[in-house]
Every structure is written in C-alpha cells, then in structure tokens.
C-alpha cells in the first residue's frame, strides 16, 4: 500500500465517521448542552430527495 | 456515485465543518414549510430545532443527514436575505 493509497484510506474512514446516520438519542444529546431549543414538525409532505 | 466519491476525497473536509448548522437572525414567523423549503434546497435534512424561550426566538438549529449539504448551505445561505433580515449561519460543535 503506497503512503498515498493509505492516507486516502484514512481519509475515508475519518469521513465515514463524520458522516454516519446519527441515532435520535445522539441528537438528544446534543440537545442537553443546549435547552430551550424543541423540534420543528416537518412538513407533511416534506420527503427529502 | 464514483467521482462524488473522489471529490470528497480530494476536497478533504476541515475539522470544523459539522452537520450541525446554528441559525441566528431568523424572522419569527417563518412557518416549518418556509424553514425546510429555504434549509432544504441543499439535502435532506435530519431535523430542525427552534428557539421556544423569547431569548431564542429567531434561532434554530438545522442539522443535515450529509456533512457536504450542510457545508453547501452554510455557504449559500450565511449573511442571506430572508424578510429583510440577514441570516447568521455557523457550525455548531
């Protein structure tokens, strides 16, 4: 594995830690540190593309 | 889906770019369907969260399923207009 191929690979895997599905409860969390703030009903017909 | 792949890869994301977006400067009587018309041009959102006490009003929270919609919004949407106001769009850590 060339360096190159291998800081991509590390990329990656930090990238597919940034981004993967949060659960609610992790969303809850984020939510203690900041009181005050409730969840907007979307939409009915809101479905995201 | 590859050369999205790749441009991620190649655009590698600055530690402070979260999925979190903090909104400041929102008019108050912006209805869900107006936050998530204005919110959602930029990908799918995973929910919004607004201002109850008077402190807060004016100011939600928008979080994206994807870092990179969030990154693009933020860009898009800091210092815009709506309702003669200028939105304030930051991270949220």
């Not at chain 1, 594995?1 to 409860?25: A, C, G, H, S």
């Not at chain 2, 991620?8 to 770019?17: A, F, G, K």
Request: hydrophobic letters at 35%; aromatic letters at 12%; a negative charge.
């Amino acid at each position: 594995v060339t360096p190159e191929q291998e800081q991509r690979l590390k990329w990656e895997r930090e990238l597919e830690e940034r981004n993967r599905f949060q659960t609610d409860e992790e969303i809850e969390e984020i939510f203690k540190l900041v009181p005050g703030f409730k969840v907007l009903e979307p939409p009915t017909n809101y479905q995201p593309d | 889906m590859a050369d999205a792949a790749n441009f991620r890869l190649r655009n590698r994301l600055s530690p402070d770019v979260t999925r979190v977006l903090y909104v400041r400067n929102l008019p108050f009587k912006l209805s869900s369907e107006e936050l998530y018309d204005i919110f959602g041009k930029y990908g799918p959102i995973r929910q919004i969260r607004v201002g109850a006490a008077n402190e807060n009003r004016g100011k939600a929270f928008v979080i994206y399923e994807d870092i990179y919609d969030a990154k693009d919004a933020l860009e898009h949407l800091n210092g815009f207009n709506v309702c003669g106001r200028y939105l304030v769009v930051l991270y949220f850590h």
